[in-house]
């Protein structure tokens, strides 16, 4: 049984130095809508990946929309891809699992499983909807989160107590970039619920009805490449999602030069301050906020202050070293705790076996 | 050396006598001299009338640089214009008019179009339309802009045009080249001789575009004024007359002279 025991730890530390231990990334399937939070684990594998790490995305079904269709082809090339759901999970114990905190559920199915388990936190608001009462992650054998902000990291270890939580802060990719051509009279609109940005517009036309040349485009079903080059052509983006805790969508707006109206979520961004964007209190005052942000603009009359904050803001996000030298300098450091922890059950065992 | 824009403003003036006329001219002076961005010169074409010339001499234009052009001949808004675009030395040439006014931040913003848009031969501005008690009526050229009138949001085609009438040529920033190629106003056209000079210069693929900024403050149905006068004055127009200068201005689009258009009108 030791020698057993013996031989598999040696395997695990051996797994670890030579990285192959498996990471592996939990997604939901988007069918083929962008969403910020997906590409965010995206970037986080395939970082990991082009490091040496053995980095593979796990996803519910067998029939997976993937990401080519709005991220990148290279991401379903270049990243291996397995379903939970009709195959037996390869898991031994220096592998790692990486949860979002939306599959509680699937937490609570693989708590005996014996590898390294880490949550994936990037919407406080989210945290409990799929726990039970009184259940913690660290019931559940998670004892390390990766969150986006400090701000989500302390929430996060205020109610997580045993969790020890680390940060990597995401990157707006390369690809959002400031037009060339002066901005078209089109309003960028996200909202968490579609029934919300269709209430807006129609909302709009009806009052304001001197602005009806003004055209909205949900952003919606669009690949990134297309959803940046459109947003980069609008003059304003409205943003209205309260249950944000990071606020990728204004970054992104931001980063090509576009001023945001956005309601303020509940939990404020680090990043958001008076200076970077329109940040509305009260949901009902968007539209109005909006349209006096409109009528400004008509008349160049929008302050330079604005957009020297929007762009302070959002280059402090366009640092895609940073971001990938913070994940693999985190991945290194899971390494070397874990190879620590390996390498003192081994000692353990060679004492209790020179003992004997 | 400051940077201006190479313009020339071309400004018609019939009669002093209008109501208000002094006040009116005084802000439509002052949106030039209050622009962001400078401009080559304006040139005032004006009828003989005494009052007229007498308040033209005596205003302070003070740093604008202003030609003053007596048309000798029984004034006609299309033909002062036209004169007016002859004597123009700038590559570009706008149409004002007395009781309008420019917004600050126009010219400037017709500067910024040109440079990023070599290829239009000329830009429309947002255009407010307000009463004579300076009441906002609504906008002009804002259609351009409209998803379900155009294919290429901010551009005026000729397809447009056929649906839809009301573009403001007053405040536009056109080409001087382009008048010259296809032509200005037809003097005999009544009513649409705006619309035939859009529908004219798209139908010829002149590229039209609309800056989405509020460029030009136009006085709708000033008592006295050309359209006011078509409507309740000296020169009112029945529905079927209305009708006529429609339909002659999508027929004689495509002749570049004037062919000396005259509405007979017939019994029912």
């Known amino acids: ?356 | 050396m400051e940077q201006t824009l190479d313009l020339s403003v071309i400004l018609p003036i019939k009669s002093a006598v209008a109501k208000d006329f002094a006040d009116y001219f005084d802000k439509a002076i002052k949106s030039l001299k209050n622009q962001q961005l400078g401009f080559k010169e304006l040139i005032i074409v004006h009828s003989s009338e005494e009052n007229l010339v007498n308040h033209l001499k005596s205003y302070d234009f003070e740093n604008l640089k202003v030609i003053l052009v007596q048309y000798k001949e029984t004034p006609n808004y299309s033909e002062q214009i036209n004169s007016g675009v002859k004597k123009a030395k700038g590559k570009y040439v706008s149409f004002f008019e007395f009781d309008d006014e420019y917004a600050t931040i126009w010219f400037k913003n017709a500067q910024k179009y040109i440079d990023v848009y070599p290829q239009v031969d000329a830009f429309l501005p947002l255009v407010i339309d307000v009463d004579e008690k300076n009441a906002f009526n609504g906008f002009t050229n804002e259609a351009t802009f409209a998803a379900n009138m155009t294919s290429e949001i901010g551009v005026l085609t000729n397809e447009t045009l056929l649906s839809y009438q009301n573009f403001q040529t007053s405040g536009m920033v056109v080409k001087k080249q382009i008048i010259e190629d296809f032509g200005g106003f037809k003097k005999s056209i009544k009513l649409t001789f705006g619309y035939e000079l859009f529908l004219r210069l798209t139908y010829n693929n002149v590229r039209i575009m609309t800056i989405p900024k509020i460029g030009y403050k136009h006085m709708n149905m000033r008592d006295g004024g050309i359209f006011w006068n078509y409507k309740n004055g000296s020169e009112v127009m029945t529905e079927n007359e209305v009708k006529f200068w429609i339909e002659s201005a999508k027929k004689e689009c495509y002749f570049t002279q004037d062919r000396g258009i005259k509405y007979v009108a017939t019994e029912n």
């Not at chain 1, 969150?147 to 802060?169: A, G, Y």
């Open chain 1, 1 to 356: 049984m030791s020698t057993e025991n013996y031989e598999k730890l040696e395997k695990s530390i051996n797994n670890m130095k030579e990285k192959l231990s498996r990471i592996y990334f939990m997604v939901q399937d988007t069918k083929g809508n962008a969403k910020a939070s997906v590409r965010y684990i995206y970037q986080m594998a395939i970082t990991l990946k082009r490091a040496g790490y053995n980095a593979i995305i796990l996803h519910e079904k067998p029939e997976y929309t993937g990401v080519s269709s709005w991220l990148d082809e290279s991401y379903m090339i270049e990243l291996e891809h397995r379903p939970i759901e009709g195959t037996s999970l390869e898991i031994s114990p220096d592998d790692l699992i990486i949860i979002p905190e939306i599959y509680g559920f699937i937490m609570d199915q693989i708590t005996k499983l014996p590898c390294g388990k880490i949550v994936l936190s990037q919407a406080f608001d989210h945290i409990f909807e799929t726990l039970q009462p009184g259940q913690s992650w660290s019931q559940l054998g998670f004892y390390k989160c990766i969150t986006t902000s400090n701000k989500q990291k302390e929430l996060i270890e205020s109610v997580m107590r045993s969790v020890s939580v680390d940060v990597i802060e995401p990157a707006i990719s390369e690809g959002f970039q400031k037009n060339e051509f002066p901005p078209k009279t089109i309003i960028n609109i996200h909202t968490r619920d579609q029934r919300e940005t269709a209430n807006f517009i129609k909302t709009f036309y009806v009052k304001y009805p001197q602005y009806r040349w003004v055209t909205f485009r949900d952003m919606r079903g669009l690949s990134e490449k297309e959803f940046a080059n459109a947003l980069s052509e609008c003059f304003c983006s409205v943003w209205m999602d309260p249950t944000s805790s990071f606020g990728t969508f204004p970054l992104e707006s931001m980063k090509c030069g576009v001023p945001v109206i956005g309601l303020a979520p509940s939990m404020t961004s680090e990043w958001m301050n008076e200076d970077n964007g329109i940040w509305v209190g009260n949901r009902n005052q968007v539209l109005d906020v909006m349209v006096e942000f409109l009528h400004n603009w008509l008349e160049d009359n929008i302050a330079d202050k604005l957009y020297e904050g929007m762009e302070k803001t959002s280059s402090q996000f366009s640092n895609m070293e940073n971001f990938t030298k913070t994940i693999k300098s985190l991945f290194e450091r899971y390494t070397i705790t874990r190879l620590g922890n390996f390498q003192e059950q081994l000692n353990k065992l060679q004492e209790t076996e020179t003992t004997k």
